[in-house]
């Protein structure tokens, strides 16, 4: 943890998800095993007909917002977005999970670059159905704008 954080909010996660309770609860695992403590968690239904409340809760210190309607994985983000609380933004989807110190060290480069930074982003390993797995990293360095 960033002793000089706290137990502050600093960035907000910000999961859309669309059915999918047994990967969404592996997405939040992931996001409360981190290594920096400094976030909030906020999880975007968009109009599931699974109880998506029901996985949720099991996470106290993440809140749900429910879409009446099904607007798709933008509009969810953007709902998140309005509902943040964090100076920092963190996107998970619902089916996808975090390697536990991810938060940190995205943090720690934002912090260290200060205002010449606006973004970090990491690269992925994508398991498939049948086991096989691939990694990517990013190509793009610099100023990617």
Do not use: C
């Not at 706290?6 to 059915?19: A, F, K, L, Q």
């Not at 239904?45 to 607007?71: K, L, M, Q």
Request: no cysteine.
């Amino acid at each position: 943890m960033n002793e000089d954080i706290g137990n502050s909010v600093d960035t907000s996660v910000i999961i859309p998800v669309h059915e999918q309770p047994a990967l969404l609860r592996d997405a939040l695992e992931s996001v409360f095993e981190q290594t920096y403590d400094a976030f909030e968690v906020i999880v975007v239904d968009d109009n599931s007909t699974t109880d998506i409340e029901a996985i949720v809760s099991d996470f106290p210190d993440a809140r749900i917002i429910r879409h009446g309607e099904n607007r798709g994985a933008g509009a969810a983000r953007n709902t998140g977005i309005e509902a943040a609380q964090g100076t920092f933004l963190a996107f998970l989807d619902a089916d996808d999970t975090w390697k536990e110190s991810k938060l940190e060290k995205q943090r720690h480069i934002l912090k260290q670059r200060g205002d010449e930074l606006g973004l970090v982003y990491t690269g992925f390993v994508q398991y498939e159905l049948d086991g096989t797995k691939w990694e990517r990293a990013p190509k793009a360095k610099g100023d990617i704008y």
